[in-house]
């Protein structure tokens, strides 16, 4: 994407710049901090793509993955699906107001201390795992069993981090792991195939599902 840059700076969490063109983003099941020119902001994960305008200024944020965020923010995931809320909406007003007013003077700065300066919350391991397995691929059914769990305790414990049950994350993540294969130059019909979509048509399903889009237009966001 054009003006959008990021680099890691933790175990699953990205710090990222953006010029502020609008744009689709597509689900990810993560969470995010932003400083959006004005204020903080926290985006939480989408279930389907979320169109953003950009509002034409520059952004920074924290993207957290593998579950980290509800940790670090102290909010749960399922609580901020598919919105966005002030910072103060989510810590006290306090503690929000001397956040933004270090992160106004340098963002990316600001922000890249705050996760080097705190340790992984409790049980951010256990995210850490499912979010691994489901991007490798790994069913549910065989995921709740190698943890020693039952599926739907598994669906209870995803909700607060990352927004939604293992079933749709895998199939968030699935539809990544295609996205990447059609841009390396695989045919789509072969993504489908190798990514255990039923047939090209069950794919090109999924892309509008979860992209609101084609699998050709995906190709060219």
């Known amino acids: 994407m054009a003006g959008y840059r990021e680099r890691r700076i933790a175990p699953g969490v ?14 990810d099941g993560c969470l995010d901090l932003i400083w959006n020119g004005r204020g903080l ?23 957290f993955s593998h579950g980290r965020g509800p940790g670090f923010l102290a909010v749960r995931a ?3 699906r598919d919105t966005t809320v002030d910072l103060d ?17 340098d963002p990316a700065g600001a922000l890249a201390h705050l996760v080097t300066a705190r340790p992984p919350a409790p049980g951010e391991r256990f995210g850490a795992r499912v979010f691994a397995a489901l991007a490798r691929g790994q069913d549910v059914a065989g ?11 598994l669906h209870r414990r995803c909700l607060p981090l990352f927004g939604y049950g293992p ?16 841009r390396a130059g695989t045919p789509w019909a ?17 892309v509008r599902a ?7 237009g995906l190709l060219t966001r």
């Open 14 to 27: 990205v710090l990222w710049s953006s010029d502020g063109a609008p744009g689709t983003i597509l689900p």
């Open 190 to 206: 072969e993504v489908a195939a190798v990514e255990g979509f039923a047939d090209q048509p069950h794919l090109a399903r999924e």
């Open 78 to 80: 399922d609580h901020l």
């Open 41 to 63: 902001v926290v985006a939480g994960p989408d279930a389907g793509p979320r169109v953003h305008d950009g509002g034409g200024r520059a952004h920074v944020g924290l993207r």
């Open 167 to 182: 079933q749709h994350l895998g199939r968030i993540l699935r539809l990544q792991r295609a996205l990447a294969r059609a």
């Open 89 to 105: 909406a989510v810590w006290s007003d306090a503690a929000a107001r001397a956040l933004t007013a270090r992160v106004a003077d």
């Open 210 to 216: 979860l992209a609101g889009t084609t699998p050709t």
């Open 143 to 153: 995921l709740a069993d190698d943890l020693g769990t039952t599926s739907r305790t």
